[in-house]
């Protein structure tokens, strides 16, 4: 990924951009059998079933970032995984590797993430829907307006800062 992107993923911002990315789409397939002996396929569903790479954190609360991650890890719960510019699924991080001799304010890491699904189909990387601010309003309206909650809104857009008034022409991130 060429342009600045922060990843977020359990409500924890991950602050540089990942080396690499890779997004793994899978399909998954029925089979019935017919009466006459014939196989019939269908497709259950197609979606994103991993997405892995690597990043660098770096500054004074790298490490910090990384404790964050890995408590994440090993609470084995999903969580919304969001990439701007790309989407947000809802993942468990299923790896988390260090892969270079740590240094001051300096870690490379190694990262994988499996989507979860319900079981009657998959969850696809669906891409961010966004919603231009007019003059005067507030988040509380976008919220109202939209029907995502207002908490919602205040963790798909870190960068606002008061709720209460947003510059005209401000993109916010409604789901």
Same mark, same amino acid.
């Not at 396929?41 to 500054?59: M, N, P, R």
């Not at 990384?66 to 510019?85: D, G, V």
């Not at 919602?152 to 409604?174: F, M, Q, T, Y």
């Given at each position: ?8 993923? @359990? ?40 997405? &892995? @790479?690597?990043?660098?954190? &770096?500054?004074? @609360? ?31 991080? %299923? ?28 969850? $696809? ?19 109202? =307006? %939209? @029907? ?8 798909? =857009?870190? %960068? ?9 022409? $401000? ?5």
């Amino acid at each position: 990924m060429s342009k600045a992107t922060v990843m977020r993923f @359990g409500g924890l911002n991950i602050p540089h951009n990942p080396k690499n990315l890779k997004i793994v789409r899978s399909k998954k397939i029925n089979s019935v059998r017919l009466i006459d002996g014939e196989d019939r396929l269908s497709d259950v569903f197609e979606g994103v079933s991993k997405i &892995y @790479g690597t990043a660098e954190l &770096y500054g004074s @609360g790298c490490f910090g970032v990384y404790e964050k991650l890995l408590r994440l890890r090993f609470q084995n719960r999903s969580e919304i995984l969001a990439i701007p510019e790309v989407g947000a699924v809802r993942a468990v991080l %299923s790896d988390l590797t260090v892969l270079c001799e740590a240094r001051k304010d300096f870690l490379e890491i190694g990262f994988e993430f499996r989507t979860v699904t319900d079981g009657r189909k998959a969850e $696809k990387l669906m891409p961010y829907k966004t919603y231009t601010a007019s003059e005067g309003e507030s988040l509380w309206d976008i919220a109202y =307006n %939209s @029907g995502t909650a207002i908490e919602k809104l205040v963790e798909l =857009n870190p %960068s606002i800062r008061n709720i209460n008034s947003l510059d005209e022409g $401000k993109e916010v991130r409604i789901y």
